[in-house]
C-alpha cells in the first residue's frame, strides 16, 4: 500500500514563502517521478511542479523562477518552497507519486492574502 503525507500549508501575505513537504511510503518503482497539482474553486487543475527520481524538474510558467522543487530519492520525500507568494496561488494543492500509477496525497490548503 502506498500513502503520501503532505506537510505544508497556511496562511500567508502577499509576497510571503512557504514551504510543503510530501512524503510517500510503501512500495514504490525507483524509477519515478513526483510533484503537485493544486485546485482551486471554479478553476481548472494545474500542475504546479514536477520532479523526476534523476532530478529532472518542470514547472508551471505561473510559478516559474518563484516556486523551487527538490526530493529526497531515498525516501521518497518532495519539497516545494514556494517564493514571492501571490493571491493567485490561493488553491489546495496535492502531491503526488507516480511510477506504474499515480497516488495522491490528502492535499493542503494555501492561503495567500491580498
Known amino acids: 500500500q502506498v500513502q503520501l503525507v503532505e506537510s505544508g500549508g497556511g496562511l500567508v501575505q502577499y509576497g510571503g514563502s512557504l514551504s510543503l513537504s510530501c512524503a510517500a511510503s510503501g512500495r514504490i518503482t525507483s524509477i519515478n517521478s513526483m510533484g503537485w497539482y493544486r485546485q482551486a474553486p471554479g478553476k481548472q487543475r494545474e500542475l504546479v511542479a514536477t520532479i523526476s527520481s534523476i532530478g529532472r524538474s518542470n514547472y508551471a510558467d505561473s510559478v516559474s523562477g518563484r516556486f523551487t522543487i527538490t526530493r529526497d530519492n531515498g525516501n521518497n520525500t518532495a519539497f516545494l518552497q514556494m517564493n514571492s507568494l501571490k493571491p493567485e496561488d490561493t488553491a489546495v494543492y496535492y502531491c503526488?507519486?507516480?511510477?506504474?500509477?499515480?497516488?495522491w496525497g490528502q492535499g493542503t490548503q494555501v492561503t495567500v492574502s491580498s
Open positions: 503526488y507519486i507516480r511510477d506504474w500509477q499515480i497516488y
